[in-house]
């Protein structure tokens, strides 16, 4: 979990607030998914910034 969300910063991914939805970029862990794997919203994320 914690190297998905430190990748998460390698790809240019910035902290997420955890009260608007679940993600890998939460700033701390109780507040990420515990399956350890992104988000549909962590995914779509991802499209939007690299396409």
């Known amino acids: 979990m914690i190297t998905a969300h430190e990748l998460g910063h390698a790809l240019g991914f910035c902290h997420k607030n955890p009260r608007a939805y679940h993600s890998l970029l939460a700033p701390n862990t109780v507040d990420m998914p515990s399956s350890g794997r ?3 919203r962590d ?9």
């Open 43 to 51: 995914r779509k994320n991802y499209h939007a910034l690299w396409g």
């Open 38 to 40: 992104p988000t549909k």
